[in-house]
C-alpha cells in the first residue's frame, strides 16, 4: 500500500490515496502505523478518496484508531495532494469530511499548494450538541474539577468537541498528566479535545493542545479554531487572531458577517513509502 507522509504545522499524518489503493480496515491499521516507534510515526491516518458532491472525500482516524469527523490540519493537506497529485484541480475545492463539506482556498506557488484557508463552518455552541454536561445554552466559564483542581472551560464544537482552559503561562501546564484527565472526564459523553491558552494581546495567543485519541500533538486545526471562538465568548481576544502552536502558526477569524471561522495555514509533503501487506 503506497501512503504519503504530510503535516500541517506539526500535526501529521500518514495519508492514503483510495483512488489507487484500498484500506479494508483502517480503524484497526490507524494505531500500527501511527506508532511513532515501530510504524510509520503520525498522530493518525487519512484517507483521501472519491466524494459524491464534492471534490474528494476526507476520514481521519486517530493514533488509537477511533474516527474523527473533522481534522482542521490534517483536510490543508488533503486539499494539498488533491491539488499536487491531480486528483482534483478546483480552488476554491470542496472536501466531504465527516462534519460536511468543507471549502478550501488553495495558496499556489510554482503549480504546488503550499497553504490554505479553510471555510471551518459554524461553531456549534449548545451543550448538548457538543456533546458537554453543562448548565445554560452555552458552556461559558463553566467549572471542572479535575486532580483536586478546579479548571474554568469553555466549550466549542466545529464538528468535534473543544475544551478551552486560559492559564498564566501555558509551558507550566502538566500537559502529559492533565491532558488524558481531562480528555476522559465525564463531563465529555465523547471525550474531548483539551486545550490551554496563554493571552499576549487581544489578537495574538499561543495554545498548547491534548487531542483525543492522539495525545499531545504539535498543533491542532479545529482546536485553535474553537480557541478564536472561546476567546470572543469570554471577552480575552477579537475575532481575527494569531494562534502560536508547537508546530507553527495559524490565522484563525470567525467573521460576524457570516458567523463561520476561516483558518488559514501551511500543508506540507514529507516523503511518500509503501507500507506492507
Not at 24 to 43: F, K, T
Not at 153 to 174: F, I, K, L, R, W
Amino acid at each position: 500500500m503506497r501512503f504519503t507522509k504530510m503535516h500541517g504545522c506539526g500535526n501529521d499524518y500518514v495519508y492514503v490515496d483510495c483512488f489507487q489503493e484500498t484500506v479494508p480496515a483502517p480503524a484497526a491499521l490507524a494505531p500500527i502505523i501511527s506508532d511513532r516507534h515501530r510504524g510509520v510515526g503520525s498522530d493518525g491516518l487519512i484517507l483521501i478518496g472519491p466524494a459524491e458532491g464534492a471534490d474528494v472525500e476526507m476520514r481521519m482516524f486517530n493514533a488509537d484508531g477511533s474516527e474523527s469527523a473533522m481534522c482542521g490540519n490534517g483536510i490543508r493537506c488533503v486539499a494539498k495532494y488533491a491539488w499536487d497529485h491531480g486528483l482534483a484541480r478546483a480552488n476554491p475545492m470542496r472536501v466531504r469530511t465527516g462534519a460536511g463539506v468543507k471549502t478550501i482556498q488553495l495558496a499556489i506557488e510554482n503549480a504546488l499548494v503550499v497553504a490554505a484557508t479553510v471555510d471551518m463552518g459554524e461553531p456549534i455552541l449548545e451543550p448538548g450538541k457538543i456533546p458537554v454536561n453543562a448548565p445554560g445554552p452555552k458552556a461559558v466559564n463553566v467549572p471542572l474539577t479535575v486532580e483536586g483542581q478546579t479548571l474554568a472551560m469553555t466549550c466549542v464544537s466545529m464538528g468535534n468537541p473543544h475544551a478551552v482552559m486560559y492559564v498564566d503561562d501555558v509551558s507550566a501546564v502538566p500537559l502529559e498528566t492533565l491532558g488524558p484527565k481531562v480528555e476522559l472526564h465525564a463531563a465529555f459523553p465523547q471525550r474531548v479535545n483539551a486545550h490551554w491558552v496563554q493571552v499576549h494581546s487581544p489578537r495574538e495567543v499561543t495554545m498548547r493542545t491534548w487531542e483525543r485519541g492522539s495525545g499531545v500533538t504539535q498543533a491542532c486545526g479545529t482546536g485553535a479554531s474553537a480557541v478564536c471562538v472561546a476567546g470572543v465568548l469570554t471577552g480575552r481576544t477579537g475575532r481575527k487572531i494569531l494562534a502560536h502552536l508547537p508546530g507553527g502558526d495559524l490565522e484563525l477569524e470567525w467573521r460576524q458577517a457570516d458567523g463561520r471561522v476561516y483558518m488559514t495555514g501551511p500543508a506540507t509533503e514529507v516523503f511518500q513509502g509503501e507500507w506492507p501487506a
